[in-house]
């Protein structure tokens, strides 16, 4: 016999034969929605660090291409010379 525990507005059945597919995907869906909507903040903080990471990362690479110059030579373009 199956056994339904509710947490909240989501409903966990316990028995395997009784799980739906698209159930599962809806119920799992709403509750990242929720998550998202509840945790904007957190959520943006989260994708500015990875588009940060990213840039940073392609840069590192274009970096690795180009060629060498001297601390000098960046402190002359830097200082407006």
Request: aromatic share 4%.
């Given at each position: 016999?199956?056994?339904?525990?509710?947490?909240?507005?989501?409903?966990?059945?316990?028995?395997?034969?009784?799980?739906?597919?698209?159930?599962?995907?809806?119920?799992?869906?709403?509750?990242?929605?929720?998550?998202?909507?509840?945790?904007?903040?957190?959520?943006?903080?989260?994708?500015?660090?990875?588009?940060?990471?990213?840039?940073l990362?392609?840069?590192?690479?274009?970096?690795?291409?180009?060629?060498?110059v001297?601390?000098?030579?960046?402190?002359?373009v830097?200082?407006?010379?």
């Amino acid at each position: 016999m199956a056994r339904d525990t509710s947490y909240g507005k989501f409903l966990i059945m316990t028995n395997p034969e009784d799980i739906d597919e698209t159930r599962i995907k809806t119920l799992f869906k709403e509750a990242l929605v929720e998550v998202i909507e509840e945790n904007q903040e957190l959520v943006s903080s989260i994708l500015i660090d990875a588009l940060e990471d990213i840039g940073l990362s392609r840069a590192i690479e274009e970096g690795k291409k180009s060629k060498t110059v001297s601390q000098d030579e960046i402190f002359k373009v830097l200082s407006g010379e």
